[in-house]
C-alpha cells in the first residue's frame, strides 16, 4: 500500500505523458529504409557522396582493390616487417600446404600452386593487414569427403582432381555474390558457438584420419565418422608399421614441444613457425640415409617443377557431377569465409583498423575463382597462418605476395627435394596443427554463460564426429534457429513489481524488494507479438490473471480491477497479434477488469492505430510509463470504488 | 541544455538504484519452468492437484470425454434446441458431403458415411459446444491432388480409395500425436495471413476444378493451378454443353440470392441452409421428369444402401505408396486441425467458454483414426457448417449426434433419392460455399495494417493458384518464418531523447519533442541479442556513434563522451552476443567514449555477470533506468572536465 500511496499524490491523470502515435511515414520511405538496414547496414556508399566524378573512379577502385589504397604510402620500413613476416609464412606454408593437399586425396603439389596464385590475388583485393592466404585442414577434409562420395580418387584421380577445380570455382562464385548481394549477413548464423564445437569436431575427425599416415596403413575407410574410422583402424592391426608410427609420434613430439616453448615466449614465435619445415627436412634426410621408404615408411615421390597450369579448360559442367561440385562449393566456400572473416576481424580489432565483411566476400571469392583456373583449390585465411604473420610483425598484404614469391622458388628450383619427405611427417604436422583446435576451454566457458550455446556446440562436435561434417553443421544451424523461433514462440512475461521509493517498476524476480499494487496486476511481455506467439500470449496472460485474482481472493483483501501491459520490449506487432490483444481485451472486459497498456514503442503504436484498437481500448488507457498507468490506474481506484467500476465496464461490453 | 540542467539536481550518483543481478536459481529448477513454458503454458493438470485418486480418475476420464462432464445437466431444453440445429445441419451435411466427396473424386457415398460416424467421436470427445463436424472443400481437393500424382482415381479406384484412407488414418495419428506431445502450437505457425490467402486460394482452385461439372466436360486435367485448366477449358470448347451450364448457373443464382437474404435477415438463417438440399431435390426432379441425363446432364448414379463398412483391414502399409499416405496425411491433418480450432476458438469466445487445444486435437484425431477404420475420410470442423449450427442455436455437441442419426436415417432408406442428382447441381453447391472464403476484405485489411503480412497472404494465395495447395503453403510459411529471422537479425535501434520535464527518456522519432543531451549518446536496441544479430549491431553502435561524433564535430559544441545503451527491450542475450558487447567496449575505450549500460532485464544481468563483463564495465556504469544513467554521466560531466577523463579512458584500455 506505501508505495502506491507514494505514487498517488505524485502525479494526476490530467498531466500524465500520452503514447504518441509517431509522424506518419510514406511507404515507399519506410520500405526504402528497412532496405537499406538489412542489406547496406554499414552504408558502404558514404564516401561516394558528393564527390566528383574523377574522385568517384579512384574511390571505387580503391574500394574494389585496397592495395590502391595503402601502396602509395608503402615505406621500406614496411618491406623489412613485410619481408621477414612473409618468408616466415613460406615456411609454414610449404609443408602445411602439401599435408593439407594429401588430407583433400589431392596430388601434393596442388598444396604448393595454392599458396602461389590466390595470395597474390588477396594481396591486392583484401582490406586485411594481417592475413595470411592458403588452404585448411577442415575446407580440404570435406572437398576429400563429399567429392570421394561420388568419385573415387584413387581409381578416377583425373575426374576426382577436376571436380574439386569446380567445386572451388562454385565456392568463389558463391562467395562473390554473397558480398555483390550483400547477402554477407548469412554467415552471421553460423554462432560462435556452433564454429567451436564444428571445428573441435573436424579437429577430432582431421586426426584420425591422420592414424593412416602414422600408423602406415595402405587401406583405410572412406568414410569420417568415429565408429568406420575405429573399425578400419582396428580390423587391420597386423598392418600397424612401427617405423612409421616411431617417426610420426616423434615428429609429433618435437612440434608440440616446440608450440609449447613459443606460446611461453612469444619472441620465439619463429621457432614453432620453422618447426614444420625443419621437420620436413629432418624427416627426408633420414629417410634418404637409411633409405627407410624400403621398409613401409612412405615419401611423397615425384613432384613436378614448375609454376601452376591453367586449368580453365578442367572445370566440369556437366550433369552427373555439376550438383556434388555446387554442393561442394558451397558448403565448403561458407565454411571458409566464416574461418576468414572472422580471423580477418580480430587482428582488425586488434590493430584497431576496420574491415568490410561484404568486400572481403568479394576478395575471397575472386581469389578462388582465379584460383580455380590455375590449379588451385580452396583457399581462405587460416588462423594459424595469420597468427604468426601477425607474431611475425607483418604490416601489409606485402607479406603475402613475400610468401608467394618464396613458393614460387620452390615450386621452380626445390621441388626435387621433397621426394624423400615422409607421409608420416606430413601426418604429425596435421595432428600437432589440429590439437591446437580442440578448444574445450571455450566448450566450458559457454556451459559456465549459457547452457543452450553449450547443447549447440556439443550438437556441432558430435554430428561431425559421428556422423559427417555437413551433417553436424547442419544440426548445430537448425538447433541455433530453433533457438531464435523458441525465443519468439515461447516470450517471457514477467510480473512487474514498484521499486521503493520511485516510479519505476521491474520484475519481481529480479527485484526482490518490489512490492505489488493492490488491485492491478503489471504484466510485462518481453518479445514481438507475432502469429507465432499470440495463442501463446493469450493463455499465458489468462493464467497469470487467474493465478492473482485467485491469490486476492484467498487473502480476501481486494479484487483485480487492472491488468496493465507493458509493452516497453514489444518491438513489433502483426495482424494475428493485434487480433490477440482484441480477444485479450474482450475476455478482460467480461471478467470486469480494465486492460491498460505501457509504453508502446513506434512500430507497435502505429499498427494499434491502423486497426483502431486504440479507438477500442481508449486513448486514455495507453500511457507512456508503467508509473503513469498505475497512477491513472490509483486515480481511478480512489476517485471511483470498484463495484460501480466493475458495472461500468460491463456496460462499456454491450456497446 | 535545459533538460540536463533539470535532471541533473534531482539525483546523484550514490543514491541511484543499481540494476541488480537476480538470485541464482539451480539449473534443473530454471530448465523445468522453461520445459513447462514450451510445452505445458496451459498448466492442463492443475485441476488434478491435491485429489484424491478416485476423484482423479473421474477427472482424468472428463478430461479425455468432455461429455461426462456437461451429460448429467443435460436438459429438454437443451436437446429442443440441438435437434432443430442437428436437423438443419443435416440437411446442409447430405448435399455438401456428397459434393466434396466427388471433389476428392471418392465415391460420393463416402461423404455420407463421413457425416455419421466421426460427428459421433466428436460429440464424445470434443469441447467446443458448436462445432459442426463434417468433410471440407480443401482437404477433398488435397486429397484429390496429392493422391491422385501417385494413383489415378479412374484406372484404380480401389487403390485410391484405400490410400484416402490410409492418408485419414495418418492424418488422424498426426493430430493426436500432436496433442498428446503437447505440441499443438505449430499449428500457431500457420498466422492469420497465411490462412486467409491461402484460404482463398485454395477456394479459387476449387471453383475452377467445378468448371468441369458445370461445363459438363467428360476430360479435365489433374492439376490444379490456373495455368493447367484454363488451358484445359478452352482447349475444348467444342466439348460445353449448355443444358448442363444453364442448370449449374440458375441453381449457383438460386444459392447465392438465398444466402445474400438469410445475411440480410439472420432470423431467417435456414433458408440458406436449406437452399442445397433444396437445390438438390428440384434438381433431381427436374432430371427424373425431363430425363435430361440421356441429353448429356451427367448424374450421381447408383448409391449404396446401408451403413458404414469397415474398412481397417484396407489400410494400406506397404512401401511405395506408404510415403505418399503419411504425407498427404501430414499436410491434411495440419489444414484440418487449423481451420477445426480456429472454428472452435472463435465460437467458445463468443460464448465465453474455454477450448483447450491440445485437448482439442486429441479429438480430432481419434475422430479421424476411427474415421479411416468405418470408410470415412477426413473430417474437421468446418466453419460454414460451424457458423450454421450456432445460429440454428445449438447448446452442446448433441447437435452433432442429431446431425449423425439424421444421415443414418438417410443412408438406411433414402440413398435411391439421389440417382437422378444431376452432378452440376453438387458443383452450383460447392461455388457458393468457395465464393464466402474468398475474403479480399481480409487482405485490404491486412494491407492497411502490415504490409508485410499482406506480402505473405498474397504469396499463399498466388503459391497456391499458380503452383499448387503444397507449394503455396510451404511459401507462406517460409516468408513468415524468414520474417521472425530478420526481426532477430536486423534488430531496431533507436536514439532516445529525454521527455520534457521528466526522466523519461524515449524513442526520438516517436516523440519529436524529445530533447538530446549534450555530449551523451542514449541507443536502445529492440530484441534480444544473438549470434544472428551481433554482427550487424557492433556495426550499427558503431555507426550511430560515428553520426552523432560527426554532428557534434560540426556544431562544435562538445565532444561525445557517453554512449548509453538501453538494454530494456533486449529479452536474452547469448555467448555471440556477449561478445560483441566487449568488442564494442574496447572500441569505445579506445575512442575515449565510456559505455554505460541501462537496465539489463534479469536474464541478461545473470550472462553479463557470470561472463564477467559487469566487473570489466564496471557495476557502477550499468544503471537501473536510463534517467539514472543519464544523471550519473551528467554529474561526471560537470565534477570532471572532459579531457582528463579521456586519458583516464586511455589509461583503462592499457591496463
Known amino acids: 500500500m506505501g508505495n502506491a500511496d507514494y505514487v498517488y499524490p505524485s502525479t494526476n491523470v490530467e498531466r500524465a ?39 568517384k573512379f579512384v574511390l571505387g577502385l580503391q574500394y574494389l582493390f585496397p592495395i590502391f589504397e595503402w601502396a602509395p604510402s608503402y ?39 595454392s599458396s602461389f596464385i590466390p595470395p597474390l590475388v588477396y594481396a591486392m583485393m583484401g582490406s586485411s593487414r594481417d592475413l595470411a592466404v592458403g588452404t585448411v585442414a577442415v575446407a580440404s577434409l570435406l572437398t576429400a569427403s563429399m567429392i570421394g562420395n561420388e568419385v573415387d580418387a584413387n581409381q578416377n584421380p583425373r575426374l576426382y582432381l577436376h571436380l574439386a577445380f569446380t567445386a572451388t570455382f562454385f565456392a568463389g562464385v558463391f562467395q562473390a555474390s554473397l558480398g555483390l548481394l550483400r547477402l554477407g549477413f548469412i554467415v552471421d548464423f553460423l554462432s560462435h558457438a556452433t564454429i567451436i564445437g564444428f571445428m573441435a569436431g573436424a579437429a577430432t575427425v582431421v586426426i584420425m584420419q591422420q592414424l593412416k599416415g602414422i600408423l602406415g596403413l595402405d587401406h583405410f575407410t572412406h568414410s569420417t565418422d568415429l565408429v568406420s574410422v575405429m573399425r578400419s583402424v582396428f580390423s587391420q ?17 618435437f612440434l608440440l614441444t616446440t608450440r609449447y616453448f613459443s606460446k611461453r615466449k612469444p619472441k620465439y614465435f619463429w621457432v614453432s613457425a620453422m618447426a614444420p ?15 627407410a621408404e624400403k621398409h613401409g615408411v612412405q615419401v611423397i615421390g615425384y613432384l613436378k617443377k614448375g609454376l601452376n597450369p591453367m586449368s580453365f579448360t578442367d572445370l566440369v559442367f556437366v550433369s552427373p557431377y555439376l550438383t556434388t561440385a555446387i554442393k561442394t562449393g558451397i558448403i565448403t566456400g561458407v565454411i571458409a569465409l566464416a574461418e576468414g572473416i572472422a580471423v580477418g576481424r580480430s587482428f582488425a580489432m586488434f590493430k584497431n583498423y576496420h574491415i568490410d565483411g561484404n568486400k572481403e566476400m568479394i576478395a575471397f571469392g575472386a581469389m578462388n ?33 613475400v610468401m608467394a614469391l618464396g613458393v614460387m622458388v620452390t615450386l621452380l628450383f626445390l621441388t626435387p627435394l621433397f621426394h624423400y619427405t615422409p607421409l608420416v611427417v606430413l601426418s604429425s604436422i596435421i595432428v600437432s596443427a589440429m590439437l591446437g583446435l580442440l578448444d574445450y576451454e571455450a566448450a566450458i566457458h559457454l556451459w559456465s554463460i549459457d547452457k543452450f550455446d553449450f547443447i549447440v556446440c556439443l550438437s556441432a562436435y558430435a554430428g561431425v564426429v559421428f556422423a559427417s561434417v555437413e551433417i553436424g553443421l547442419v544440426i548445430a544451424v537448425a538447433i541455433s534457429l530453433i533457438r531464435l523461433l523458441l525465443f519468439v ?39 514481438p507479438i507475432y502469429f507465432a506467439n499470440s495463442g501463446y500470449l493469450r ?22 480491477q487492472y491488468v496493465i501491459l507493458d509493452m516497453g520490449a514489444v518491438g513489433n506487432i502483426d495482424t494475428s497479434g493485434i487480433g490477440m490483444l482484441e480477444e485479450v481485451k474482450k475476455v478482460m472486459d467480461r471478467r470486469g477488469v480494465k486492460l491498460v497498456l505501457a509504453n508502446p514503442v513506434a512500430e507497435v503504436m502505429k499498427k494499434l492505430d491502423k486497426a483502431k484498437f486504440i479507438e477500442n481500448i481508449g486513448q486514455q488507457w495507453i500511457h507512456l510509463t508503467v508509473g503513469e498507468a498505475v497512477a491513472a490506474c490509483d486515480f481511478m481506484l480512489h476517485t471511483f470504488p470498484p463495484n460501480p467500476l466493475k458495472e461500468d465496464s460491463e456496460a462499456y461490453n454491450k456497446v
Chains 1, 2 share one sequence.
Not at 509517431?22 to 558502404?44: I, V
Open 17 to 55: 505523458h500520452r503514447a504518441a502515435i509517431p509522424p506518419p511515414q510514406p511507404f515507399l520511405k519506410s520500405l526504402k529504409y528497412n532496405l537499406k538496414e538489412t542489406f547496406f547496414p554499414d552504408d558502404p556508399l558514404k564516401q561516394f557522396k558528393n564527390q566528383p566524378t574523377s574522385r
Open 75 to 113: 615505406t621500406f620500413n614496411f618491406l623489412k616487417s613485410d619481408f621477414i613476416s612473409g618468408i616466415t609464412i613460406a615456411s609454414l606454408a610449404i609443408p602445411q600446404g602439401i599435408s593439407y593437399a594429401k588430407l583433400a586425396n589431392l596430388p601434393p603439389v596442388l598444396g604448393l600452386y
Open 237 to 253: 592391426t597386423h598392418q600397424w608399421r612401427w617405423e612409421s608410427a616411431v617417426l610420426g609420434f616423434g615428429f609429433l613430439f
Open 277 to 291: 619445415l625443419t621437420s620436413v627436412i629432418l624427416g627426408s634426410l633420414l629417410v634418404y640415409l637409411t633409405h
Open 369 to 401: 575463382i582465379v584460383g580455380s583456373c590455375t590449379s588451385c583449390y580452396l583457399t581462405t585465411g587460416p588462423f594459424s597462418r595469420s597468427a604468426v604473420n601477425f607474431n611475425a610483425g607483418c604490416k601489409t598484404a606485402v607479406s603475402n605476395i
Open 489 to 527: 514462440a515461447r516470450p517471457k512475461t514477467f510480473i512487474l513489481g514498484n521499486i521503493p521509493n520511485s516510479m519505476i517498476y521491474r520484475n519481481v524476480e529480479q527485484y526482490p524488494n518490489t512490492s505489488s499494487v493492490p488491485g492491478v496486476l503489471i504484466l510485462e511481455i518481453a518479445a
Open 539 to 560: 493463455e499465458r496472460i489468462a493464467r497469470w490473471v487467474d493465478d492473482e485474482e485467485e491469490k486476492l481472493k484467498s487473502s480476501g483483501e481486494t479484487t483485480l
